[in-house]
Every structure is written in C-alpha cells, then in structure tokens.
C-alpha cells in the first residue's frame, strides 16, 4: 500500500462541529499494519481535546482512541499479526521504547523526550500529526495494537481500549480482589467497567454516585452496595470503610470527605481529569496512613492482559451504537451525561 486517502470525521477549529473529510494515512513500514477500522468509541477526553480544553492544538482533529478493527495489510517485517486478525489501539500508538518504563512495558509512563505518542493531536515520531479512530483506516506500528479475542464483540470490545485499561490497571494494581472492599465512585463510561471488572476480580464494590438514579444499574453490573454522595449520611456511615477509591468523575469533590472513607493504609486513585487543581488536607492522610494516587491507562502488555481478563469473564463496555452523522448530536449527550455507557461509531458510515 502507499501513502492513501481515507474518509473521516474531523473537527476543523476549536469548538466547531465535526465534519466528514479525508485525511492522509502513511504507507506502510517495515513493522506496520493497516487496520480496516470498523468501530470507534467516543471518549470524553475526545471531547476536551477538540474543545480546546487542553490548550492549543493543531486543527484539523480526528479524535478516537479507542478503536477495534481488522487487520487489512501488513508490512514485510511483521510477526505478531496478520490479515484477518481482530486487533485494537488504545490511547497511544508509540513511545520512545529505550526508558525504563517503555523497557518495563509500561509504555504509558514513557520519560522519553516527548513520552508516548498520542494516537490523535500527537506528533509522531516520524514528525507527522497523528489522527485517530473515526476514520475507515489507520496506520499503527504492530507492537502498539493488541489482540481483541474472539469471545469478545468489536463494537463493545472498542470502549475497553481506554474506558476498560483506565479502569483495569489502578484494580491490578492495588491488588483488587477477594476480602478487598472497592468504592467507584461515578457510573459512567469509566465507573461501569470499573464496577463490572472489580466485581469479576472478586471485590465487594461499591458504586458512589450524586445520586440513586442509576442503582438498578450499577447493582446489575455487579454492584454489592449504592449510595449517593449527595446525602451527608453517607460520609458517615461509610467512614473508614474502603481498601481502594477510584474517582472516575471529573468534577470538583470534596477529596478530604472521600478520603475520610478510606481503612487505615487505603488508597483512593483519581482517574479523573478536573479543570481545577485537587487540594487535600495533610490530615486526611496522615491519620490513617492512607494515600491519594493516580494512574493512566495501561502499557501493551496490561491492556492485552485486561482484553483477555475481559473475554474470560464476558465483561464488555455497555454501549450505545451511532452512525458517524450522530458525533456531534453524542458529544452533547455526553456532556449532559445522557449516555449509558459509551457511544461507538460504527465507522461503516463515515
């Protein structure tokens, strides 16, 4: 294959509307694969980034990362896949592969010159600008895709390539599983793969959420216990309760309150991204020996651990599914939380 066109959606400005368009993808590399894109999901990172929220970027934006396709073409020095192939790309598409993080497999953490590359608004290391997944093609380096097992379904396999790994890597890491109480707090995109994968990993969870409207579903996603944070009674009821907090929501919390849920030595991780700076009270800490930490996604070898975690156990993002002609109609219902739980593009229709 050489350098081709392939149809996308785009944001051309800041703040302006998606549109359809066509974009360059490079030809292919000694190690790369060209992926028949077949679904996108629709991350709220996708939606600060072509809003401008993350300071200034270089437009025209094709957002999307995370992506489920088939494997189209492959260049002469590739292994690992083959035409035919189910494969996925996350949020990152290289990194500089030297660092001790990159050499540890978490690629995510890269301290290389520019860390890892972004799968979109992203200079390669090739000097182009990256663009992601709501296109019909994309050209990636084989060791940045990952297998997506047969057991799962493209469509709803698509979320986990962020939402899935955002949520997967804090619960391995701090060892989530039998004896172990975890809180999610927020049931979005992020909290409902985090309550579905800590339920699977064997914790008792608990979703906290403003509010009970969502409790039947948080309980049928494997919910042991809800409560809204939006009643006072809450905090103290469940003080010192928790091992584990991930804070999936982006809003501004209360994080002494949150903390103050934390056992002795607990730990509460914030995943999400809040406009405005986090202020804890050393107190909160330091009483109970608790800590506040963060984590991002995953590296290669956790998000394909996470995919096969997920076909084992038939976990799945609950999706909501769109024509390419619906982006902008789902970017709205995505910020007036209108989504239960992730909309993916069926990229067919681009």
């Known amino acids: 294959m050489t350098h081709t066109t392939v149809h996308a959606y785009a944001a051309p400005a800041p703040k302006a509307p998606l549109e359809r368009t066509t974009i360059e993808r490079r030809a292919l590399g000694e190690h790369d694969i060209l992926i028949d894109i077949k679904f996108a999901g629709i991350c709220h990172s996708d939606i600060h980034t072509v809003r401008g929220e993350w300071g200034h970027e270089t437009f025209p934006i094709v957002p999307g990362h995370e992506i489920a396709g088939i494997v189209a073409e492959v260049g002469p020095g590739v292994t690992r896949y083959a035409p035919g192939d189910r494969v996925g790309v996350g949020c990152f598409v290289d990194s500089c592969r030297e660092c001790d993080n990159c050499r540890a497999g978490l690629q995510q953490y ?8 972004g799968t979109y608004a992203a200079t390669d290391r ?15 380096d084989e060791n940045y895709a990952v297998r997506i097992p047969e057991a799962l379904l493209l469509d709803a396999a698509a979320p986990l390539l962020c939402a899935g790994i955002t949520l997967y890597s804090p619960l391995a890491h701090w060892q989530a599983g039998p004896g ?19 339920h699977a990993m064997g914790a008792e969870v608990t979703v906290l959420s403003q509010s ?4 039947d579903d948080g309980l049928r996603l494997g919910a042991d216990h809800y409560h809204a944070t939006s ?5 103290l009821a469940l003080a010192d309760t928790f ?3 991930l804070n999936t929501v982006s809003a501004d919390l209360d994080l002494d309150a949150y903390l103050g849920l934390l056992k002795t030595g607990g730990t509460m991780v914030q995943l999400g991204a809040p406009e405005n700076a986090l202020t804890v009270s050393p107190g909160s800490l330091y009483r109970r020996r608790r800590s506040f930490a963060g984590s991002m996604i995953g590296g290669i070898p956790e998000t394909q651990e996470m995919l096969d975690f997920c076909a084992e156990h038939g976990i799945a993002s609950e999706i909501e ?13 995505v910020l007036a939380s209108d989504v239960r739980y992730r909309f993916v593009i069926d990229t067919s229709t681009i």
């Open 110 to 117: 890269c301290t290389g010159e520019s860390g890892p590359v």
């Open 126 to 140: 090739d000097g182009e600008f990256t663009q992601g997944g709501y296109s019909t093609h994309i050209v990636v």
């Open 180 to 198: 172990k109480k975890v809180a999610v707090v927020g049931l979005g995109g992020l909290g409902h793969m985090g309550v579905k994968i800590a």
């Open 212 to 215: 009970l409207r969502k409790k």
């Open 231 to 235: 009643d006072p009674a809450t905090f």
């Open 243 to 245: 091992d584990l907090i």
């Open 321 to 333: 599914l769109i024509p390419a002609d619906r982006i902008n109609e789902a970017y709205e219902r």
